[in-house]
């Protein structure tokens, strides 16, 4: 009997604790928690798989070109994880390889290969670039990233074309992203239009679809927008899944842009799934 007594305190004790735990829990947290079994499965695969390196050569694509689009937002993801020796090795292939000096300052090319003549980098690769030397500088105090950036030729006309186009989408969220700390109804206005501006985009099966997903989750995550977030963080998922079940994966730098945005949840998720 005392056994039996016993065993149903512990039961009972235990069951209170879940209970604080759950009640304990922000309405963002519950709201993730069903999610969450998936984010640390496809976190740790993407981890393994995505080629995060401070050497940029490791990320020549097959046809011998290192592009921009895989380096700037691996640097990116270096600067966030605090990994200043890599960050410095990938910093210092950008300074020599991809960014060309002429009158106006410093123009960011597009892709490298030492036999190819220089070809500019697009609007959006100028502001995946931006945000890598930022955070570079902002989260690990490397001044020839602030350097770099400051030097580096921003052509209004091209901006404001690519603002109108079709990635004009992505470009506004991570602006978007950047300015909901400062002003949380930017974040929310981005989020409310989302529906209506995802739709003639015909983003489905597009090859920049888990780029536009992935950069609204981290907005919904900074709007703290629970509902949001597990909308878009579920569609994030279930795009990578069929890559995680047939060993594939997304190129270089979607890699490391769906990294920070798993990283993103994690960090506003239960806490007792943090990895150990």
Known sequence: MRRRTLA????????????????????????LDPSMERVQVTEGYIRAVAGITGDARRLMRGDGYVYLADVAPQLRYLAVDRDTARYRSLRTYVQEKLLRRDATGLTPERRYRSDVRFEPATAYGYQWLGEALRDGWRLLGDTASAQLLAQIAWSGEDMQAAYASTYGFTMRCADAVDEVQQSPATGRAVLAKAVRDLQPL?????????????????????????????RYLDRVLDLLEPLVRHSGRPDGGTSADVLLTLRAVREVGPRYYDRR
């Open 8 to 31: 149903a305190a512990v039961l009972c004790a235990g069951a209170m604790a879940a209970s604080a735990c759950a009640t304990g829990q922000s309405r963002m947290a519950r709201a």
């Open 202 to 230: 015909q983003v489905r099966g597009q090859e920049y679809e888990l780029d536009v997903l992935s950069c609204m989750t981290r907005l919904a995550v900074a709007a703290r927008d629970p509902d949001a977030t597990v």
